[in-house]
């Protein structure tokens, strides 16, 4: 029998026990933080790749959006461009003060060849629509364009027909300047539709 002063002897199968447990603890360690930092560095990836193709979409929409900004400065039918553009146009129904510049997935969009048939958007932005947006002010039941309208998001009141006074006469037949939002939409399944808005002038004699 061992006093209880007798050294306790470790025997080697004891110690090379105790080292593969220790190793095999370590192995599984390192196998685990190896995983996490490999889902990491995939998930890195993949938001990268998402954020650079949703910044390519975008760049490809704002150009496109310019495209038709541009045809529609250059259109022929300087003077009855409003006319065709007013029945397609409509405003948000919670922009009561038409102030809003935001998305508004409520609103209604058609296909660029509504607008003019040969304009056209890169097939990698999916299915494109847009809508063009005119301010109009209604007097008796007819709907114009009209300079003394409050209307923040078209810089409205403005002289629209260059004679230096702004009234409250329909201007729909003799403006120098059209005041418009322009809203691209596109859309690759399954995704959810991407918008941008841009708002500008269209001027000139015709």
């Known amino acids: 029998m061992n006093s209880p002063n007798t050294p306790i002897r470790v025997t080697q199968d004891a110690r090379t026990r105790g080292q593969r447990g220790f190793a095999l603890i370590d ?5 685990c933080v190896l995983v996490i930092g490999s889902l990491g560095l995939a998930a890195s990836v993949c938001t990268s790749h998402r954020l650079a193709q ?7 929409a704002v150009a496109t959006a310019q495209r038709l900004v541009e045809r529609l400065r250059a259109d022929p039918d300087w003077n009855g461009l409003y006319a065709r553009l007013l029945p397609l146009s409509r405003e948000s129904a919670g922009d009561t003060t038409l102030t809003w510049l935001k998305v508004d ?15 056209t958007a890169p097939s990698t932005l999916g299915t494109v ?28 009141p ?12 329909a201007r729909s037949a003799d403006y120098r300047s059209i005041p418009v939002v322009v809203r691209l939409r596109w859309q690759r399944a399954p995704r959810q539709p991407d918008e ?10 015709r």
């Open 196 to 205: 941008i808005v841009i708002c500008t002038w269209l001027r000139g004699d």
């Open 105 to 119: 997935p409520s609103l209604p969009t058609y296909p660029l060849s509504t607008y003019y048939a040969d304009l």
């Open 54 to 60: 949703s910044v390519e979409e975008r760049g490809l």
């Open 158 to 169: 403005h002289d629209l027909n260059g004679d230096l006074v702004v009234d409250s006469n």
């Open 129 to 156: 629509t847009a809508l063009v947006q005119v301010p109009s002010s209604t007097v008796a039941g007819v709907a114009a364009l009209r300079e003394d309208l409050v209307a923040p998001r078209y810089r409205l």
């Open 27 to 31: 192995v599984l360690i390192a196998g």
